[in-house]
Antibody, heavy 121, light 107 residues
Framework: EIQLVESGGGLVQPGGSLRLSCTVSGFTFSDYWMQWVRQSPGKGLVWVSR????????SYADSVKGRFTISRDNAKNTLYLQMNSLRDEDTAVYYC??????????????WGQGTLVTVSS | DIQMTQSPSSLSASVGDRVTITCRAS??????LNWYQQKPGKAPNLLIW???NLQSGVPSRFSGSGSGTDFTLTISSVQPEDSATYYCQQSYSTPITFGQGTRLEIK
């Protein structure tokens, strides 16, 4: 069974940092692109970032570029999102997702349950 | 960035109705269009990938079509469990973008 479990969310002050983790099981982690997608309360889905299987190719939404860093540890089956210089507008549920197919960086075929990040003073 | 526009933003349907949701891209995305269903408090769930491919385990009443800039998601006979918000997503180029969502209410 494919499982993705996010952790690391919480309350942080504006300007602060947080690192999210997504630990996976049930598939060969290194074969898949991984993504982060967020959803602000009551709003729609917004793509944040993606990373290929060996970590050599990354992409970011303009709104987080230069502040967020996506990475992975294939030995630990874990995806990360380092979030720095956090702003109020970064408040959201953050979902990690696995590409639909191996070597596919587009659609998200499996999702975690999400972790809530609240940026507030 | 490629903008994705869904219509309608919300709709109400009766059980057994045929429902169509439209998604328009601001430029051609070929067939790189995916559809997701999201229920309140839950993660999204992939329904259709690359325009018309039904994800494993998704009921056959869901179907997708289109190409280029115009795409549709059709539910042939709506069921009570289809009450949810539906999102299209283009995966043709980064930044990947989603439509704003269509909320489906079952009467």
């Amino acid at each position: 069974e494919i499982q993705l479990v996010e952790s690391g969310g919480g309350l942080v002050q504006p300007g602060g940092s947080l690192r999210l983790s997504c630990t996976v099981s049930g598939f060969t982690f290194s074969d898949y692109w991984m993504q982060w997608v967020r959803q602000s309360p009551g709003k729609g889905l917004v793509w944040v970032s993606r990373l290929n299987g060996d970590g050599s190719s990354t992409s970011y939404a303009d709104s987080v570029k230069g502040r967020f860093t996506i990475s992975r540890d294939n030995a630990k089956n874990t995806l990360y999102l380092q979030m720095n210089s956090l702003r109020d507008e970064d408040t959201a549920v953050y979902y990690c997702g696995r590409g639909c197919f191996s070597n596919s960086g587009g659609c998200v075929g499996s999702w975690g349950q999400g972790t809530l990040v609240t940026v507030s003073s | 960035d490629i903008q994705m526009t869904q219509s309608p933003s919300s709709l109400s349907a009766s059980v057994g109705d045929r429902v169509t949701i439209t998604c328009r891209a601001s430029q051609s995305i070929r067939s790189y269009l995916n559809w997701y269903q999201q229920k309140p408090g839950k993660a999204p769930n992939l329904l259709i990938w690359t325009t018309s491919n039904l994800q494993s385990g998704v009921p056959s009443r869901f179907s997708g079509s289109g190409s280029g800039t115009d795409f549709t998601l059709t539910i042939s006979s709506v069921q009570p469990e289809d009450s949810a918000t539906y999102y299209c997503q283009q995966s043709y180029s980064t930044p990947i973008t989603f439509g704003q969502g269509t909320r489906l209410e079952i009467k």
